[in-house]
């Protein structure tokens, strides 16, 4: 498997610890309902201060330098996030092109030297995580709303890893960012509400091409100044 090199991002409740951060953590009402896009910013920001920058990013003092941070502090920080960078649309969330948008704010305003773009076309959509995951970084991903059918229902599905090579599946979801942090041939693996879960490469495909679209659900990929 392809994947990040260092530990992801974790929460800590007590002696508990998540697979990256949560929105139901929060004791916003808003970010617990459509907040998962700041999270997964927020994720992203702290990893590459963390590895890349030698956490050096005053905003970011509270997390350790194994990539942990408390629960409290972690919501202070997406709360703080989405007042000045990802501004959350009640019952919408944040759209691709926004969020894109409020990283690159960050990043001049930080001096990270990275530049974020919203989306790659299906064929290249592998090929741009693999990069991406190559160079150590994180991966946003969109699964997006039905469009331009918005009232449809249909979702993509997650999986868990019960054994070497087995998949079962665990929930299913639409309308939701993730993190992904390692592929292989078949699978993305994803951080997703603290947890770690695996979606099916082909099914994402589908999603995009039979139920949604590449314009809200894609990747931010991020390339290196």
């Known amino acids: 498997m392809m994947q990040i090199r260092h530990a992801y991002i974790s929460v800590r409740n007590g ?18 309902e459509v907040g998962c896009g700041v999270i997964a910013a927020l994720d ?12 050096r990013c005053e905003m970011f003092s509270a997390a350790l330098d194994d990539g942990s941070i408390d629960e409290k502090e ?22 691709g092109l926004m969020l894109t948008a409020g990283l690159n704010v960050f990043f001049r305003r930080y001096h990270f030297p990275f530049r974020a773009s919203w989306g790659a ?6 090929e741009r995580i693999a990069d991406m995951l190559s160079r150590d970084i994180p991966v946003i ?14 979702e993509l599905n997650f999986y868990v890893q019960i054994s070497y090579g087995e998949m079962k599946r665990a929930c299913s979801i639409k309308s939701h960012y993730v993190t992904v942090t390692g592929m292989d041939d078949t699978h993305f693996r994803i951080s997703s509400w603290g947890r770690e879960y695996y979606i099916d490469r082909q099914e994402y495909l589908s ?19």
């Open 15 to 32: 002696q508990t610890r998540t697979f990256g951060g949560s929105q139901m953590y929060s004791a916003s009402k808003t970010m617990r």
């Open 44 to 55: 992203l920001l702290l990893y590459l201060n963390r590895v890349h920058l030698g956490s």
């Open 74 to 95: 972690y919501d202070e920080l997406a709360r703080s996030l989405s007042r000045r960078f990802f501004p959350i649309i009640p019952k919408l969330g944040i759209n």
């Open 121 to 126: 076309g299906s064929r290249h959509l592998a």
């Open 141 to 154: 991903l969109s699964i997006g709303p039905n469009f331009p059918l918005l009232w449809q229902k249909n």
């Open 207 to 225: 999603y995009i091409r039979h139920h949604s679209g590449s314009l809200v659900s894609n990747i931010v990929y991020i390339r290196s100044l």
